[in-house]
């Protein structure tokens, strides 16, 4: 079960979605951060956080749709990776969206997390890999979401997280929570992204 708390009043359940664009221009900017725990005994995990801006089929229109640590931000701005970090601690990885700078043809940006090399390492999210997702207002630093991708997962290798999909006048967060064998490569497939890593 992924765990939930009570934010901004309000306890926010996996049926619900949330708005996050409407009239309200203080949610325009979300902060989606991954962290995770080094000290669970996989000092060498590598866990990394990307976004696939997608049409309305449900694919990239190009390559740069998708943004992650080799492609650091969206040809349009609206969607920037903060850096690749290997170790997980700090603020492990985030990813800002400013929703006023997504272009037109985008309408869903999906969001995944992915162990770096994991066919190498042998490494799996089930072997006591401890990490979570943030959601974050980015201009007050206001956590409005956060749970655990730790034990719902077992021989995954890559986690769809969320996404964030436009709906009439607003944009709203989902969570998708799908596991996939296979890494960032298999995701890139299903998405129409032309990717290579070798033994991900």
Request: with cysteine; hydrophobic share 40%; charged share 25%.
């Amino acid at each position: 079960m992924f765990k939930w708390r009570h934010i901004m009043g309000i306890m926010i359940k996996k049926t619900e979605d949330m708005d996050f664009i409407g009239d309200n221009d203080l949610l325009r900017k979300i902060l989606i951060e991954l962290q995770w725990d080094t000290n669970s005994g996989n000092k060498d995990i590598d866990l990394d956080i990307a976004a696939f801006c997608l049409g309305k089929g449900g694919k990239v229109h190009k390559d740069s749709d998708f943004v992650f640590y080799n492609n650091l931000k969206h040809p349009s701005g609206a969607v920037e990776h903060l850096g690749d970090n290997l170790l997980g601690d700090g603020k492990g990885e985030q990813i800002i969206v400013d929703l006023a700078y997504v272009p037109s043809d985008i309408c869903n940006i999906t969001f995944a997390a992915a162990i770096y090399r994991a066919g190498v390492k042998n490494q799996k999210f089930g072997q006591g890999i401890s990490c979570y997702i943030r959601i974050v207002n980015a201009n007050n630093n206001q956590e409005l979401l956060k749970y655990d991708l730790s034990e719902k997962f077992s021989d995954e290798t890559a986690v769809v997280i969320g996404e964030l999909y436009k709906y009439i006048r607003t944009w709203k967060f989902g969570e998708i929570n799908k596991g996939v064998k296979g890494g960032l490569a298999v995701l890139c497939e299903e998405f129409g992204v032309n990717y290579t890593q070798s033994n991900d």
